[in-house]
């Protein structure tokens, strides 16, 4: 008959059987029953969809699936979305694809996003798979969403130079020879503001004085021992790097020579610190390459002053702030290796 299926050999209708009174998935088994009856039936569909409560197309679909794939065309379909395993070709692609910029890509967008990596994993044929998958890769491949570092495209011809007259002071540094890292910081009565714990929900509130007021430091950090010293006033002028100086030069009277490691600044170069300099020439400096901080170790001196003292804070007056800058400073020592962030304050 038209609709009925080819011939089914005894040993596949056992098993059939079997299934239809044993199987443990009821879909599984409604489906070798309808095979089963269209056998005994001849083919006719209404008898066959009666007998299994099924629609004829249903019955129609199984028969076609039958014939096609045999008993395995009946087995059920595993259900959901299909389960993605990252190959290592995949993942070798997409580690690849991340890393350059999509703009030579020919897309308008800067940066990646998961849902743009989607796509273009999918373009390229890789494979083809939701921005969340792709999200959970990129964390398998170590690359995390984080925020990106300004850098200028500027660069200091002579920093070859400066980099290894630095690196040879710090080797011969001793104490009859001593090497200071030396740079300024700005102490602002109007706090810093900075993340703190608070409760979820509730933000802190820090109370500023409105008019703001400023101080001025300069310290020398000791590359080989970690001593700093360090002096304030009221202006970042030559004068605030001239004190310096003079408290370096009463500080270490024994030394025949005191080489610092400063920035670019103009107070390090104006006429006023060149004729002190020609002076005493005991003093000498060396600069470090334009638009390089991080050479500076003194920064994270100053970046431990900021955390500790002025972010967040709430003296109301400078002659405050300073007495917990100078408690900071002077209870900082050696640095690094003291725990300055430990530091009681001195009423």
Request: one cysteine or more; glycine letters at 4%.
């Amino acid at each position: 008959m038209k609709n009925s299926v080819t011939k089914i050999w005894r040993p596949v209708r056992r098993r059939l059987k079997k299934l239809v009174q044993h199987g443990q998935d009821r879909d599984h088994a409604r489906r070798a029953q309808a095979i089963l009856a269209l056998w005994e039936t001849g083919g006719n569909l209404s008898e066959t969809a009666r007998r299994c409560h099924a629609s004829r197309n249903s019955v129609r679909l199984w028969k076609a699936r039958f014939e096609t794939d045999g008993e395995a065309g009946l087995a059920p379909l595993r259900r959901g979305r299909e389960k993605w395993k990252a190959t290592t070709e995949v993942l070798t692609e997409l580690n690849e694809l991340v890393r350059t910029d999509p703009t030579t890509q020919g897309y308008l967008r800067s940066r990646w996003s998961s849902e743009l990596l989607a796509v273009e994993l999918a373009r390229r044929g890789v494979v083809d798979v939701h921005a969340t998958t792709v999200r959970r890769w990129l964390s398998r491949l170590s690359i995390v969403w984080r925020r990106a570092r300004p850098t200028l495209c500027i660069a200091d011809p002579r920093k070859s130079e400066r980099m290894r007259a630095i690196r040879r002071a710090l080797r011969q540094a001793s104490a009859p020879e001593e090497v200071f890292y030396v740079d300024e910081a700005d102490i602002d009565l109007n706090p810093r503001i900075g993340p703190a714990w608070v409760p979820k929900g509730e933000q802190m509130t820090v109370p500023t004085p409105g008019k703001n007021r400023k101080h001025y430091l300069a310290g020398a950090l000791n590359a080989r021992t970690g001593a700093v010293v360090w002096t304030e006033f009221t202006a970042k002028t030559s004068e605030l790097f001239l004190r310096l100086l003079e408290t370096l030069m009463k500080t270490y009277r024994r030394a025949r020579r005191l080489t610092l490691i400063v920035d670019n600044y103009i107070i390090h170069k104006s006429r006023m610190t060149q004729g002190w300099l020609a002076r005493h020439p005991k003093i000498q400096l060396l600069f470090q390459p334009v638009y390089h901080p991080w050479v500076n170790n003194i920064e994270k001196l100053w970046k431990k002053l900021h955390d500790t003292v002025t972010r967040n804070h709430r003296h109301s007056t400078m002659a405050s702030l300073m007495r917990a800058v100078t408690c900071f400073m002077d209870e900082s020592q050696p640095f690094p290796g003291h725990h300055s962030a430990l530091i009681r304050h001195q009423r």
